[in-house]
DNA sequence: TTTTTAATTGTTAGCGCTATCATCTGTTAG
DNA sequence: CTAACAGATGATAGCGCTAACAATTAAAAA
């Protein structure tokens, strides 16, 4: 430890561990970086060093001369929801083998929080995002194009990415799902969700609609509800639905977190499930097949989203990928016990 | 934008506002970071100089000649569970008011991991680690000591925390539900947990331990599992201990998410709970409530601990908390229909 | 042997900021 | 009228690393 600049403390540097060794500081940045232009003797020579002093490298300095920081960001609506932590799991495991780090943020679901938090980000030049969504506003997207660092957007479709995607259609999802349980019989089937909030729900409603309005089933009828992650929100709608005249056979919601909440609150007033009210969800969560009725939900790659999303934004940082490269995922409609099919028989789609 | 070094491409610098604006550097500098020491007119030539250019401030060579990231370390056994995502709210919320950034690290509840997620967050030069649990290997503990980083320990306790604590006694809390079941009249209580994984898993099965011998209801009966953050898992060891002769009136949980996959399991296989069987979990998560029957649990503040444990270490750093504080979080035994209690009753504890 | 080439290591000059001190203005007090 | 001082701005010298190039040595080719 040396003092220097007034007093404050500083650590080892490589400078220290350069000469502890007897060598100089490049070849030190060498045996870290690319020890095999490093002659073995010398390597271990400085490797001893490097223990000796309990040196560690600097990484604030390195990104400031090397111009590459080793992050990447991770932009996504809420850190609190299992509807994303797969999809954070997938990114982290991919950036983890890449020996980068992951830096999250969140924007709760609103474009100009997006904004700031990106902004934010931005001062720390990360080599790369990968962002939930692909609705952004205008100065969004103009100081990403601006800054020229590689994006991949997610979770959504779009034919015109701010730069790279891994694509996810929840009209179609939606839709499919819909049409499956016409498929089954249900005849006025309610849908939960805002159609005001993200993109994301918003295709999903109007994937709703379409499959409602193709089987001919009259008009769609679409509840909100204020929160839209939470199980509590769904009891809520639940009572509201159970309150109707007539009674909808079949409730199929934004999520699984809602029509987990839904479900529970139904059988807890005394409704059967599926005998009275059907329930369906979207995102194919954990403990969706484990609830009793077993629920039916649209299944969707979470975890392989975020890997593929991140392979993808590597891909760009090295220069291999070209901009403009587009992943569309696929999803899986899972009937359950919840609309009346069985328990293991699991319906493919897409 | 200029050519420098080579060829390669650099941003708008600080330097570039400044000649912009007609002033040097270092007054873009105190118009970002201490403004009431810079004239108003300047100011404002400043700030549309920075708007005009559409520079973005560079965290990384500030971070360097600051020597402060303004970064603080969040390490956790795993991202991807709901155990411990409203505690990574709290940090990210509390980190945000500051004007600081969170990253986030998982152990995979490995201690050998630890020390290398440790060691590679420390090249970043957070200014302070918050660090679920307080158990570590010697190297990691000598690794954060001599780094001089402020360390602030949470969701288990030590009278001997490495820098400060916001402490939780996995133990007692265990222990109070233990006898909350038994003042509940059940006899035959079983635990599943394993007590070889991590030592917040282990002081729940020792408070477990505690409370069934202090009952003398005689030995004990611990049950392991492979997965301890899965419902899968749950369902899995619901099904041995159904199978158990005699069979246990009450199943106590190292969860809430394998009480769940647990309770649901029984429930699939004809048991009644709380009538065959009860269950009861520990975390006090959103689901818990809203099961059918209501799944009683050990409710502890994860939020709060994640926001107290972020601002203790934002204390550390500022310099304004000494190191060795200590804060410890309390618990509330909460008894819902899974064990008998009515729906609504909540008893209080700690 | 001399020249060419490849393989190692070192030197230099920043990366884009900020701590520190120096300078310069305009006040206020003596 | 000068000294003393506070307030605002600028100049300088790094922070700890790495890109680019230079220098050195040893091996291969001529």
Chains 1, 2 share one sequence.
Not at 22 to 36: F, H, K, N
Not at 263 to 287: K, N, S, T, Y
Request: with cysteine.
């Amino acid at each position: 430890m040396r003092q220097k600049r007034g007093g404050r403390a500083a650590g080892v540097t490589m400078e220290d561990v350069a000469r502890v060794a007897g060598v100089s500081a490049m070849t030190v940045s060498r045996v870290l970086r690319q020890p095999t232009l490093v002659n073995a003797d010398l390597k271990a020579k400085v490797e001893a060093a490097i223990r000796e002093t309990g040196y560690i490298y600097n990484l604030v300095a390195s990104s400031l001369a090397s111009q590459r920081s080793g992050i990447i960001a991770l932009i996504l609506p809420t850190v609190a929801s299992s509807i994303f932590t797969d999809s954070v799991k997938g990114v982290s495991d991919v950036a983890r083998t890449h020996a980068v780090q992951m830096i999250m943020a969140e924007t709760n679901y609103s474009p100009a929080e997006e904004e700031k938090v990106i902004e934010a980000l931005l001062r720390r030049r990360p080599d790369g995002f990968v962002i939930v969504g692909v609705s952004h506003t205008r100065a969004t997207r103009a100081l990403l194009e601006k800054s020229g660092v590689p994006v991949v957007e997610t979770w959504d479709s779009t034919p015109t990415p701010i730069d790279s995607l891994v694509g996810l259609s929840n009209f179609d999802a939606m839709k499919a799902m819909t049409e499956a349980l016409v498929a089954q019989g249900f005849r006025r089937i309610a849908f939960v969700g805002t159609a005001t909030r993200d993109r994301r729900a918003q295709m999903r409603a109007k994937g709703y609609e379409a499959g409602i309005a193709e089987a001919g089933l009259g008009a769609p009828l679409i509840l909100n509800a204020d929160d839209l992650t939470s199980m509590e929100s769904g009891r809520i709608v639940a009572e509201r639905v159970a309150a109707l005249h007539p009674r909808p056979d079949a409730l199929l919601c934004l999520n699984d977190v809602l029509a987990a909440g839904a479900l529970l609150a139904f059988q807890r007033m005394g409704l059967a499930v599926p005998g009275d009210i059907a329930v369906a969800g979207f995102g194919g969560l954990d403990f969706s097949s484990h609830l009793n009725p077993s629920l039916s939900t649209v299944d969707i790659p979470r975890y392989e989203m975020g890997q593929r999303a991140a392979e993808m934004l590597i891909g760009r940082i090295a220069g291999t990928a070209a901009q403009g490269g587009t992943c569309e995922m696929g999803y899986r409609i899972v009937l359950r016990e919840s609309t009346g099919g069985s328990r293991p028989a699991e319906a493919q789609a897409s």
